[in-house]
């Protein structure tokens, strides 16, 4: 499936996130690293074992293994998704969840959990508008997401630190509305 005429949240939240101010090798570098860490933290939640790790992981791997572990999810039963992408079709948007973690709730009630991997040195603004933008996909898509769950892995190997947030999908909405009105390419605003 293409997604070529949907907006990407992350796309949406580019403007708003402030890396338009940090070179374009090192956020090329970032990338490169958060698909690696990324890769490597799906073969533990799968159990594949470790992934063929190289130093300059190592460390962010060891911190989501601190964090990775059955006692932190006691009344959620499975990972019923792993990377996977979902879209509206009303709104033209679309994302990618790195983790949703199905379970119940202390009174019986099923709920989601979205769990999303960060590499970065702090916490970003974005991050609970890009949660709660994929918590508003997914609840869309079947799911029964109550909360978002942002890992950021230390590179020193060291427990992460865990960022939970609360869906406000109407910031969101007001971002998705600013970023179609001044950031859009002037053919695609025509098209749409």
């Known amino acids: 499936m293409t997604f070529d005429r949907y907006d990407r949240v992350t796309e949406i939240l580019s403007p708003f996130s402030g890396l338009n101010h940090v ?5 090329e570098n970032a990338q490169i ?6 890769n490597a933290c799906e073969h533990v939640v799968r159990g594949l074992g470790d992934w063929n790790e190289d130093e300059e992981i190592q460390g962010y791997i060891e911190s989501f293994k601190h964090w990775w572990t059955p006692d ?5 039963r499975s990972v019923s998704h792993i990377e996977s992408r979902f879209k509206c079709d009303e709104l033209m948007i679309t994302g990618q969840v790195d ?3 199905s379970g119940i709730t202390s009174d019986g009630q099923p709920t989601d959990t979205i769990i999303d991997i960060k590499t970065s040195s702090r916490e970003s603004k974005t991050w609970s508008l890009q949660g709660s933008a994929y918590a508003y996909l ?8 109550h909360r978002i769950i942002f890992l950021r892995l230390r590179k020193d190997g060291l427990p992460p630190f865990v960022h939970t947030y609360v869906p406000n999908f109407e910031m969101f909405r007001k971002c998705l509305e600013v970023y179609r009105f ?9 098209c749409a």
């Open 99 to 101: 983790y949703i973690i």
């Open 23 to 27: 070179a374009t090798n090192v956020l």
């Open 33 to 38: 690293r958060g698909t690696k860490v990324h």
């Open 72 to 76: 932190q999810w006691p009344n959620h």
């Open 182 to 190: 001044f950031y859009r390419k002037k053919e695609e605003r025509k």
């Open 138 to 145: 997914a609840n869309r898509n079947g799911c029964n997401v």
